[in-house]
């Protein structure tokens, strides 16, 4: 690459998901977009992604879900990498520097490198995240709306599922007040997908889903 490059001003024109799964891609897609009043949705840039990364550690850290030292914080700060295998979507709010990044979510389908518990028929989203300094915005509930009008958009889509840790008792308000419901049956540990836990723990995580 000439190193004249190295510095050139991001194409923010540049459809981000281009080289994902057709189905992921922005095309037909509205954007951006918002269901809750001060918050806009729209697809992560890569000049976003450092503060994808550091709101989402801060997110699970501060909330007590995950020790700082876990290995699974490297995975958490790769926000490229997911970026290639998934959508991954911001949303931003306004404060007195400007607009920020204040919270991101990972869309994904099944059979496709991010999908944990998604079947056929079901659009999956990942590490739902709000900067702990910007929540009570309706920033996580905007990116949950965003992701069920996507879901709605697809065709053969017709569910909306998630997995979460056991621990986020607040988040679990946030699904269930959306029309997500719990399905015990489907709850899962890392060992049933032949997946060693980063911490030697290896807990329960539950699974939710919302029929379209």
Do not use: C, K
Request: cysteine-free; overall charge negative.
């Amino acid at each position: 690459m000439p190193h004249d490059d190295l510095h050139a001003p991001a194409d923010l024109t540049a459809d981000p998901t281009a080289d994902l799964h057709p189905a992921l891609r922005s095309a037909g897609w509205p954007q951006p977009s918002s269901r809750v009043e001060g918050v806009t949705v729209r697809d992560a840039r890569e000049s976003d992604h450092e503060a994808i990364a550091h709101l989402t550690v801060n997110s699970y850290v501060d909330g007590g879900h995950i020790d700082p030292a876990d290995e699974y914080i490297e995975h958490l700060q790769d926000v490229a990498h997911r970026a290639r295998q998934a959508r991954v979507l911001v949303g931003e709010v306004e404060t007195e520097a400007g607009a920020v990044v204040a919270g991101s979510v990972v869309l994904t389908l099944p059979g496709m490198p991010m999908s944990e518990t998604a079947r056929e028929g079901e659009l999956e989203f990942r590490m739902l995240a709000v900067d702990p300094g910007v929540q009570r915005r309706g920033v996580a509930r905007a990116l949950v709306r965003a992701t069920i009008d996507r879901a709605e958009q697809l065709e053969g889509v017709d569910a909306v599922v998630l997995t979460t840790m056991m621990t986020m008792a607040g988040a679990h308000r946030l699904y269930e007040t959306e029309g997500f419901v719990r399905v015990p049956e489907r709850d899962w540990r890392l060992s049933d997908i032949g997946q060693q836990p980063t911490d030697g723990d290896d807990p329960l995580y539950w699974v939710y889903r919302r029929i379209l």
